[in-house]
């Protein structure tokens, strides 16, 4: 085979067995953000790279190394546009792009929306990391009391548990890393502390020591965590305000029942978040490898845009993560229903009527179908079982003859035949008044 044909590395296919996982997340995402009255918003796959390089800030990995560029095919250098597009790392940027571009401002405040896309980093592929991987996510811009930072973990929580994975799978690691009042005390404590160990620190960290010393505690590599395991804990920095609006979310996760674990080290990957930070990780995960998600408050990042000051709180979960979750706990995900009513045939007179009869039942309505190429009951069957039908309609070569058909409920496998024209009525008894 020739060698362009082959998928570009960090990739996937997605092939139509795998579609029933993307579904049921999709449809337990929608489900429950229209539930919560958000809309679904879509943006451009690429957008400027100075979008990205305010949001998610210029010491943060994504910014230096991971992001691809996007070049008009067989353009040369010189004759580029002047504006540099990148395809995007992340979603959050993009949807607060659209807030200030649509004027969202003077709609109802908050304005929620959710996304399901995918984003792109160039990062080295490994197990559960593509370069180009799929998440869903949602942002409410505009309101900065704790009930929404409640709201928005019960949500996700609740997405969580319609997938099948509860408390007994996972579990919300969260902390406060402040405002921009009690941020540079934070700061303050943990270089003053840092700088003792600078030259035992990684070299990127070294680098974030001056630039932003929070993002040091995110650092995975085991000589920065052994230094970070003795750092001052940012929860006793944080000013009044900061402290109070924390213990009021954790005190409504508390009333819901939601389980947490305040996690006096967890910040984010990007410069963005301020105050309830958080992420949704496997119970059995202690080390926070491979989060599922995570997201928190960014009331600073609207402003950074020359917009007005908006508090805003938002979150992200990467799909093919939690899909590998649903696969490794064994949760049964239902077969995508393609077909309500399947209809059989056997021999060739059979053959003619059960094609007119899908044709006349999808006119009345009902997703119907049958089978093409198979002609053994068992097979039929089989395909019957693989469309997600709820009926099957068995014409064999007497019930071609003497015009009546055999209905075989496949929910309870009990069959009877009927005389074809009261096959309506049966269908209509069967499938619509239950
Ligand atoms: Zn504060
Ligand atoms: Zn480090």
């Known amino acids: 085979m020739n060698e362009f044909i082959r998928k570009p590395r960090g990739t996937k296919d997605i092939l139509p067995d795998e579609q029933k996982y993307w579904r049921a997340i999709e449809k ?4 429950r953000c229209l539930a919560f009255d958000f809309g679904k918003i879509t943006t451009p796959s690429f957008e ?11 010491t943060t990995d994504i910014v230096q190394k991971e992001m691809f560029e996007v070049k008009r095919y067989g353009t040369s250098e010189e004759k580029r546009e002047e504006e540099t597009l990148v395809l995007r790392p992340e979603g959050t940027a993009g949807v607060v792009r659209v807030y200030l571009e649509k004027g969202m401002q003077v709609w109802p405040q908050p304005v929620k929306l959710y ?24 942002e409410i811009i505009g309101d900065k009391s704790s ?11 609740q997405i969580f548990n319609d997938l099948g994975l509860n408390e007994k799978d996972i579990i919300i690691d969260i902390n406060s890393i402040g405002c921009k009042i009690c941020r540079p005390q934070i700061n303050k404590s943990l270089s003053d502390y840092l700088i003792k160990y600078q030259k035992l620190l990684c070299p990127v960290c070294q680098e974030r020591l001056n630039l932003n010393p929070l993002r040091i505690l995110d650092c995975k590599e085991k000589k920065c965590q052994n230094i970070i395991a003795g750092a001052p804990q940012i929860i006793d920095y944080l000013c009044e305000s900061c402290k109070s609006d924390f213990k009021q979310v954790l005190e409504g996760l ?21 105050k309830t930070t958080f992420e949704i990780r496997d119970l059995q995960d202690k080390t926070r490898q491979s989060s599922l998600g995570g997201g928190g408050r960014y009331d600073n990042l609207i402003e950074t845009y020359g917009g007005p000051s908006t508090p805003a709180i938002g979150f992200a979960a990467g799909i093919e993560r939690i899909i590998s979750k649903i696969k490794e706990k064994k949760i049964k995900i239902p077969e995508i229903q393609k077909t309500e009513i399947f209809v059989i045939q056997l021999g060739e007179k059979a053959k003619k009527i059960a094609l007119k009869l899908v044709y006349d039942l999808g006119n009345k309505g009902f997703a119907s179908s049958c089978a093409m190429g198979k002609n ?9 079982d693989k469309n ?4 099957a309609l068995i014409i064999g070569q007497r019930e071609a003859l003497d015009k009546s058909i055999i ?16 096959l309506d009525e049966m269908i209509y008894k069967k499938l619509r008044q239950k």
Do not use: H
């Open 28 to 31: 337990a995402v929608e489900k």
């Open 48 to 58: 400027s790279v100075q979008l990205f390089d305010r949001a998610i800030g210029q």
């Open 115 to 138: 996304y399901i896309e995918p984003m792109f980093r160039y990062g080295r592929p490994q197990k559960g990391r593509y370069r180009e991987f799929w998440q869903f996510g949602f």
């Open 147 to 157: 009930q929404t930072d409640i709201a928005t973990l019960m949500l996700i929580w």
């Open 254 to 274: 508390d009333e819901l029942a939601i389980p947490y674990d305040l996690n006096p080290r967890l910040v984010r990957g990007l410069d963005y978040y301020t």
């Open 376 to 384: 053994s009951l068992k097979s039929q069957l089989r395909s019957a």
């Open 388 to 391: 997600g039908a709820k009926l």
């Open 407 to 422: 209905i075989k409920d496949l929910r309870d496998s009990t069959q009877e035949s009927y005389s074809m024209n009261k």
